[in-house]
C-alpha cells in the first residue's frame, strides 16, 4: 500500500522512527519494521511515498501523526532561531500516536536508561510475556496484554532486566487490570487532569506522564523535560528565568519536582498548543550536536 505525501505537509520516516518516542522500530535493509502493541508492520519512505505493508492506510496514517498540519504546526512553534534550526534540520518529524499501555509500560522501563536499554527491556518483555509473530521471515512479539503482565511474578519479570523498575511494571499492571483504567477516557480529559491520574500510577513520574501523554494521549501541549531538554533550556532559553534559578539549575545533577514543572510550564507557556513538537524537535536536534 502507498501513501502520498504533500511536499507542503513534509513526513520523513527516518528521524520520526529515530528521534527517541518509539523503541520497538528496527531497519532491515531498506525497511523499517516496527511493532505498535500487537501489530506487526513494515514501512519505506522513497521521494514522496510512504509504502506501508500489514496495515491499513487509517492505522498508518494515526499512528505516524500523518493528520497533523506541520505547516500550522511550525507557524505556532517557531519562536526563535534555535528552535526553526531544529525544524529545518528535521523537518517532517512527527509525533507517533502509540498504543497508551505500550507507552506506559515503555516510559516506566525508560526512567535512567538510555534508548538501547530500553529497547531491550521491552524485548524481552515482549518476547516473555507477548506473542510470536513471524513475518517477511523474522521473528517478532507483540507487546503484551495487561492481563500477561499483572499475572506475571517479580521474578519472572526481573529476568527480563528491568532491574528496580520491575515492581513499578508489576504494580502498574495489576492497577490498571484490576481498576480497568480507561485511556480512552484519560484522551479526553485535560492535560492536568490526565497528568495526575497517570502519576498516580506506581513508576510514573512527571516526565514518564508527560511522555505518555505526548506521545500516545494526543496531549500536543505536553513538554517532557530530560537531560537533553533541560541542557537546551541552559544554552538557549535561559533569559527567561531568573539568574537565581539558572545558577541553581546548572549546580544540581537531577531536577527536583518543582524545578521540572517551572521548565516545563516555560515550554508549553512559550510554545503554546504544539509544545510537544517543538520538545521533540529540540531534544532530537540537542541529542545529535545541534
Known sequence: MKIKVDPSNPFNLEVTL????????????????????????????????????????????????????????????????????????????????????????SYICATYKNIAAIKHM????????????????????????????????????????????????????????????????????????????????????PKAADCILLFSLEKLQSFPVDVWIRRAILRHYAAHFSREFIARLREKESLAGSDYEKLSMFGRTYFGEFAGYAQEYLFHYERTGG
Open 18 to 105: 529515530c528521534c527517541g518516542q518509539a523503541f520497538r522500530w528496527e531497519k532491515k535493509g531498506e525497511w523499517w519494521y516496527g511493532v505498535a502493541s500487537d501489530r506487526v508492520f513494515k514501512s519505506r519512505q522513497t521521494s514522496g511515498i510512504l509504502e506501508i505493508e500489514n496495515v491499513d492506510s487509517d492505522f498508518a496514517k494515526r499512528y505516524f501523526g500523518l493528520n497533523d498540519e506541520l505547516d500550522n504546526v511550525y507557524s505556532r512553534i517557531c519562536k526563535d532561531r534555535y528552535i526553526k534550526r531544529a525544524v529545518e534540520m528535521f523537518s517532517g518529524l512527527r509525533i507517533l500516536r502509540q498504543d497508551p499501555w505500550e507507552c506506559l509500560i
Open 122 to 205: 521491552l524485548f524481552n518483555v515482549s518476547r516473555r510475556f507477548g506473542d510470536k509473530v513471524r513475518f517477511d521471515g523474522f521473528d517478532f512479539y507483540t507487546f503484551p496484554p495487561v492481563e500477561n503482565l499483572a499475572r506475571a511474578s517479580l521474578n519472572d519479570l526481573l529476568q527480563c532486566g528491568l532491574g528496580y523498575r520491575t515492581k513499578y511494571v508489576q504494580e502498574t499492571a495489576r492497577t490498571v487490570a484490576e481498576s480497568h483504567v480507561d485511556f480512552d477516557h484519560l484522551r479526553k480529559m485535560d492535560y492536568k487532569e490526565a497528568k495526575r491520574e497517570l502519576m498516580s500510577l506506581p513508576g510514573v513520574g
